[in-house]
């Protein structure tokens, strides 16, 4: 850091812990260190009120790990992460070279907290790189030049929306968003979404609360309106399901376990 700025090109005053952050709070689910009082204190309410709310993580985590197996076991050699959030290891591109270790990774999220953990975590083995970007603003994620260095559109990409949509509201019209984010992934590219949901649980209404004090409110979305945000990307089986039943590892889950994780999960391919 030179003059109040970081390695990544933002200010020091950038850095916002007066604000819970659902990048952190989603580490503090994990079981990491990289969060402030702001995080734990808010991700301890809605832990209070919805317990499960750690499980569902671990099993949203899992469900990335899987997918990326997925998708570079079928010949992926390219992934862009939006969301990418604190590094948690195994991180996307430690998973995705041990079938291939030629893969190369793009990480984007909006937290100076996580580009300051990108150095160390995730951009110091080479092929993989970090930039600052917002969702909503899919061309500008597309411009930067950790995208434009290390992706060739003229071959597939998966692309990684993890946990990341239910932080878009209506209003900013995420099928748009998805629009211009896969409008330049060529045939057998991937589309990697996992999305928060109320169909398994009515109880969102203190997590709801605290997450419109966050750096992002909540906009949990049913299976009918998650399924068209695969539109031009056919899913792979066994389709839209709750993450701990999208290809686990090992025996299915039995009926009734993970009934409580309301997040469903999928991965689409382009023909």
């Known amino acids: 850091m030179e003059n109040g700025v970081t390695d990544q090109g933002f200010s020091v005053q950038e850095i916002d812990t007066s604000t819970p952050h659902p990048a952190r709070m989603y580490d503090y689910y994990l079981g990491g260190w990289d969060n402030y009082e702001v995080d734990r204190r808010a991700a301890d309410r809605i832990l209070e009120a919805t317990p499960t709310v750690r499980g569902t993580a671990r099993a949203n985590r899992e469900f990335l790990l899987r997918a990326v197996r997925t998708v570079v076991g079928d010949g992926i050699r390219q992934i862009i992460d939006i969301g990418t959030g604190i590094p948690t290891s195994p991180n996307t591109h430690e998973v995705a070279r041990e079938i291939a270790p030629e893969t190369r990774v793009v990480y984007i999220d909006n937290d100076p907290i996580v580009a300051t953990h990108a150095g160390a975590k995730l951009t110091n083995a080479g092929g993989t790189s970090f930039a600052l970007g917002d969702v909503r603003k899919p061309a500008e994620v597309l411009d930067r030049p950790a995208v434009r260095e290390f992706i060739d559109f003229t071959k597939p990409v998966a692309l990684l929306l993890v ?109």
């Open 163 to 271: 946990a990341v949509l239910h932080f878009v509201k209506d209003e900013e019209d995420p099928a748009g968003i998805l629009a211009t984010l896969t409008e330049r992934l060529v045939p057998g590219s991937c589309l990697v979404i996992s999305h928060g949901t109320l169909d398994f649980t009515d109880r969102a209404d203190v997590a709801a609360e605290v997450y419109r004090k966050s750096a992002a409110s909540l906009s949990l979305r049913g299976h009918a309106e998650i399924l068209p945000f695969f539109d031009g990307f056919p899913l792979l089986e066994p389709g839209l399901v709750q993450v701990p039943a999208w290809r686990p590892d090992g025996r299915l889950p039995k009926q009734g376990k993970g009934a409580d994780v309301g997040v469903y999960g999928g991965v689409g391919r382009k023909p």
